[in-house]
């Protein structure tokens, strides 16, 4: 008997990633369909029943063996086929694996939006008391005004005469301005990636997805894929994400893709790994 895998720790803050709940599913075996039903509690298989229309000689031989590796898990993905039943062995995975794609739990993944903390309004500060106006000094009166003193006649000679266009001494400093500097052009900004081609790949359903981003003036223009993973979940994956990465020039921040999720992953993990290179 093959250990049952011991279930990873749930962070208690996030969403749980399969519902309760029975889900049915099918796929081929040997030579007929494998249908099973399959019981989730507390986000692990609890029980598994079977409905075959298989070859009974090699779909026994395999159902025998595999039932008991799959209660209690959470994935089938590391449960091998049965020596002499492979086929049979791969409808049961098959459909077990079916089954608990349609048990995701669309909130799975998302990280919870904290409780922002109530920031303790102030005190209001006392208003100071006004301060008493001081009262108003006695006006003095004014003073006499002096008589003119008659200005002598030019022709006295004790008089010297008033020249009648002094020199003027200029100020310094009043000459005309220099011309004002022509203003220097600022220095264009840094962009966020370095220019040049960068490849990162990473495990999505069924297999890897490798990504190929051009960078070009510091700006994502370009994202090609070599896709390894299942067909029916990559391609409505893909077919949202990567319009997103183009508009937000990140792979940070996206939420996977409902029904997709695993291939989503596979995805944003590959586009995070290259931009990673490109970064400045």
Same mark, same amino acid.
């Given at each position: 008997?093959?250990?049952?895998?011991?279930?990873?720790?749930?962070?208690?803050d996030?969403p749980?990633k399969?519902?309760?709940?029975?889900?049915?599913?099918s796929?081929?075996?040997?030579?007929?369909?494998?249908?099973?039903?399959?019981?989730?509690k507390?986000?692990?298989?609890?029980a598994?029943?079977?409905?075959?229309?298989?070859?009974?000689?090699?779909?026994?031989?395999?159902?025998?063996?595999?039932?008991e590796?799959?209660?209690?898990?959470?994935?089938v993905?590391?449960?091998?086929?049965?020596?002499?039943?492979?086929?049979?062995?791969?409808?049961?995975?098959?459909?077990?694996?079916?089954?608990?794609?349609?048990?995701i739990?669309?909130?799975?993944?998302?990280?919870p939006t904290?409780?922002?903390?109530?920031?303790?309004?102030?005190?209001?500060?006392?208003?100071?008391?006004?301060?008493?106006?001081?009262?108003?000094?006695?006006?003095?009166?004014?003073? *006499?005004?002096?008589?003119? %003193? =008659? +200005? @002598?006649?030019? #022709?006295? !000679? $004790?008089?010297? &005469?008033? /020249? *009648?266009?002094?020199?003027? %001494? =200029? +100020? @310094?400093?009043? #000459?005309? !301005? $220099?011309?004002t &500097?022509? /203003?220097?052009?600022?220095?264009?900004?840094?962009?966020?990636?370095?220019d040049?081609?960068?490849?990162?790949?990473?495990?999505?359903?069924?297999?890897?997805?490798?990504?190929?981003?051009?960078?070009?003036?510091?700006?994502?223009?370009?994202?090609?894929?070599?896709?390894?993973?299942?067909?029916?979940?990559?391609?409505?994956?893909?077919?949202?994400?990567?319009?997103q990465?183009?508009?937000?020039?990140?792979?940070?921040?996206?939420?996977?893709?409902s029904?997709?999720?695993?291939?989503?992953?596979?995805?944003l993990?590959?586009?995070?790994?290259?931009?990673?290179?490109?970064?400045?």
């Open positions: 008997k093959k250990p049952s895998p011991t279930k990873k720790p749930e962070d208690p996030s749980q399969y519902l309760d709940g029975k889900y049915t599913a796929a081929k075996g040997f030579n007929g369909d494998v249908k099973v039903i399959v019981t989730i507390d986000g692990v298989i609890q598994l029943k079977q409905e075959n229309t298989d070859t009974e000689q090699f779909f026994e031989k395999a159902w025998s063996v595999l039932e590796q799959i209660i209690g898990t959470d994935s993905d590391d449960i091998d086929a049965v020596s002499g039943a492979t086929y049979s062995s791969n409808g049961i995975l098959n459909a077990v694996k079916k089954a608990l794609k349609e048990a739990n669309p909130e799975y993944g998302k990280k904290p409780t922002p903390t109530k920031k303790p309004t102030p005190k209001p500060t006392a208003t100071p008391k006004p301060t008493a106006t001081p009262k108003p000094t006695a006006t003095p009166k004014p003073t *006499e005004t002096p008589a003119a %003193t =008659p +200005t @002598p006649e030019p #022709d006295d !000679p $004790d008089v010297t &005469p008033v /020249p *009648e266009k002094p020199n003027v %001494t =200029p +100020t @310094p400093g009043t #000459d005309e !301005p $220099d011309a &500097p022509e /203003p220097t052009e600022a220095p264009e900004p840094v962009g966020m990636y370095r040049g081609t960068y490849t990162g790949s990473a495990f999505g359903y069924g297999g890897k997805t490798y990504l190929i981003i051009t960078i070009s003036g510091g700006q994502i223009v370009s994202i090609e894929q070599t896709n390894q993973d299942t067909p029916e979940f990559f391609d409505p994956a893909w077919s949202t994400i990567y319009s990465i183009m508009a937000n020039q990140s792979a940070d921040g996206i939420d996977t893709v029904g997709a999720t695993y291939s989503s992953e596979g995805i993990d590959a586009a995070q790994k290259a931009l990673a290179q490109a970064k400045n």
